[in-house]
């Protein structure tokens, strides 16, 4: 997933959008707290795309 | 005339005039202490305005203590002595940690104290103890018993001392809590307090002020909050781009694993002078067979949990609004890592560090973490040490052995610990090796003494890199390595004497990293620019932040 965001949005020559800042930070702060794996569900389709907690998984 | 009869009057002027002459001395002594040892107030525009103000709002907290003691012990000028010391410790232990680690002293350091066994074995390596410190020590426990032994004041007897101890009691308890009076006394927006961006907020506010407001803001012990409706508008923003590489992870086997956290390793190659490839060889050999390149990390010169905690979460410390130690902050542990993951996926994992277990947290940590075992200083035979610490030689050992231990594929984690500091002194190093290391001209003698110290156990970790991968390499079973190191080492007289060839500070350089992958080993390198912004990096190090080597 961070390597896809990382594609999509240039983290490298620019200064965020304050939505892409907030939408970073929140995305940590939600895998921290064991809550990424259902929003992504949410996000991206009815469906699961992913075990719970295995987003960032090598 | 008048006043003084009113003060007379009053509970106060009740109280003996020299109980309240002594109270002042004392608070005047303690504002003294403050200014004289607090960084803040080094600095001429501290002088110039407000600087009275804040050395007053740093001494209440010690105000408090003042009273609690003295309504402990009945004797102020003990209670009085007992607080400076306290007072001086405290910046004594700042000024250590500014001078080692160019970070101030945080709450969580206190927490050291709770288990303050490892600490002292550890830190104790940093302190020099020569005899004609005895004497100044001997004269102070002296002076103290000699207060100790007068007579306690009675006017501060029955209900004054119980009213004083209440007072004591209710400051500290509201203060400690953060009450509405004292977040108005110490109101963050005014005096420029910023959590994640702690040295500079120590600058604005003094060191006492800034240990309580940062209690304040991080002593919670949770992960800050989110915002749900942010992140979920960014990923339904890339939602297409993330639904098609989701679909397409791979659905490999499970090789074993290893993650070599190597402590203090740096390129050498980064300082003027030094050539490259010079130091590092074994790590400069692999990286043709391997993914590699250099990564920004969250620490320097020590902080190895903060390196630790970023590969383990793939969360950078920076989103947690100013956390600084993890494991001891944090109170639960619990959170998605890289052991929880893999061990829900049938892995074994395995921590190994030889240090003390309990240092950092880490006993209670890991097995939250996911860690099956760990692996600490105990497991390892004092003929190991190689200077002060374990041998990475020892490590590589162990890790090998963990491999082989159980059918299950593997994931170990391991943190070295023969490079730690101190670099100034190194007991047990054979001399004719350190002679013989190659070093630029431009550094005196004592900079070559810290700068052999370091190359010297740094050969150590780089040589047991390619003994561990030549190792991996014949084995059967698929293995993963990755191997970085976890800042940079304190090494003060080495940094001012040669410099950067960027020209940058020592903390901002970065360190070198490694993942080699034993069924692909000719494989070829792919080290594209990368990095993060400077507000906001969310990547695990070994992908994200990685940069192409010079």
Redesign the interface.
């Known amino acids: 997933m961070i390597d896809t965001l990382r594609a999509q949005i240039d983290l490298d020559d620019r200064e965020l959008a304050e939505a892409e800042y907030d939408g970073l930070l929140a995305l940590a702060r939600l895998q921290l707290r064991g809550e990424l794996p259902s929003l992504l569900d949410e996000a991206l389709a009815s469906e699961p795309v992913v075990e719970p907690n295995e987003a960032l998984a090598p | 005339m008048k006043l003084i009869r009113t003060i007379r009057q009053s509970p106060v002027g009740r109280l003996p005039l020299r109980m309240v002459l002594g109270l002042l001395i004392c608070v005047a002594l303690l504002m003294v202490m403050v200014d004289r040892l607090d960084p803040a107030f080094a600095a001429p525009a501290a002088r110039a305005g407000g600087g009275f103000g804040l050395v007053a709002i740093n001494t209440l907290p010690a105000l408090s203590l003042l009273l609690a003691l003295w309504a402990l012990t009945r004797r102020l000028a003990l209670a009085c002595w007992l607080t400076l010391l306290a007072v001086a410790g405290l910046y004594a232990a700042n000024a250590a940690k500014l001078h080692h680690l160019q970070t101030p002293l945080l709450p969580a350091d206190l927490r050291f104290l709770r288990e303050p066994g490892p600490a002292l074995e550890l830190f104790g390596h940093y302190v020099s103890f020569e005899l004609r410190h005895l004497l100044p020590m001997a004269a102070g426990v002296l002076f103290t018993l000699l207060l100790w032994n007068r007579p306690g004041q009675p006017g501060l007897a029955g209900w004054r001392r119980v009213a004083l101890g209440a007072l004591a009691a209710a400051a500290t308890v509201t203060m400690v809590a953060g009450s509405a009076p004292w977040k108005r006394v110490f109101d963050a927006r005014r005096l420029g307090f910023e959590p994640w961006a702690l040295a500079e907020s120590t600058t604005h506010v003094g060191l006492i002020g800034a240990l309580l407001m940062y209690h304040w803001e991080l002593g919670g012990g949770d992960?800050?909050?989110?915002?749900?409706d942010?992140?979920?508008?960014?990923?339904?923003e890339?939602?297409t781009?993330?639904?098609a590489?989701?679909?397409a992870?791979p659905a490999d086997g499970a090789p074993d694993?290893v993650v070599l956290q190597s402590e203090s390793l740096f390129d050498p190659a980064r300082l003027r002078d030094v050539p490259s490839g010079q130091f590092l060889r074994e790590y400069h050999r692999l990286r043709k067979r391997a993914k590699a390149g250099e990564m920004t990390v969250p620490t320097f010169g020590g902080g190895t949990i903060r390196t630790e905690f970023e590969v383990l979460?793939?969360?950078?410390l920076d989103?947690?609004g100013g956390l600084q130690y993890p494991w001891l902050e944090l109170h639960r542990h619990?959170?998605?890592n890289?052991a929880?993951?893999?061990s829900?996926?049938g892995y074994r994992t395995t921590a190994i560090h030889p240090n003390s277990a309990a240092f950092w947290n880490r006993s209670k940590a890991y097995p939250a973490l996911g860690f099956e075992q760990f692996i600490d200083v105990g497991a390892f035979s004092k003929d190991d040490i190689v200077g002060l610490f374990t041998s990475d030689a020892a490590l590589t050992d162990r890790i090998l052995a963990e491999l082989d231990a159980d059918q299950r594929p593997q994931f170990v984690f391991a943190i070295s610990m023969e490079n730690h500091g101190p670099f100034d002194w190194r007991p047990g190093l054979d001399a004719g090796r350190l002679e013989r290391l190659s070093m630029p001209e431009r550094l005196d003698e004592g900079g070559r003494y810290w700068f052999g110290n370091y190359l010297y156990l740094l050969e150590d970790a780089d040589r047991e890199l390619g003994r561990l991968v030549d190792s991996l390499k014949q084995r059967k079973r698929r293995t993963?390595v990755l191997f970085y190191g976890d800042h940079l080492p304190a090494l003060p007289p080495v940094y001012h004497q040669l410099g950067f060839d960027d020209e940058r500070d020592a903390q901002q350089q970065t360190v070198p990293w490694l993942l080699y992958d034993s069924a692909r080993p000719r494989r070829s390198v792919s080290t594209r620019?990368?990095?993060?912004?400077?507000?906001?990096?969310?990547?695990?190090p070994a992908?994200?932040t990685s940069r192409t080597s010079r």
């Open positions: 992960v800050p909050r989110a915002d749900r942010a992140a979920l508008g960014l990923l339904q890339h939602g781009a993330l639904r590489r989701l679909a992870l694993i979460t793939g969360v950078p989103t947690l619990d959170l998605p890289l929880s993951i893999l829900r996926q993963l620019a990368a990095g993060c912004c400077r507000r906001c990096c969310w990547t695990p992908s994200a």
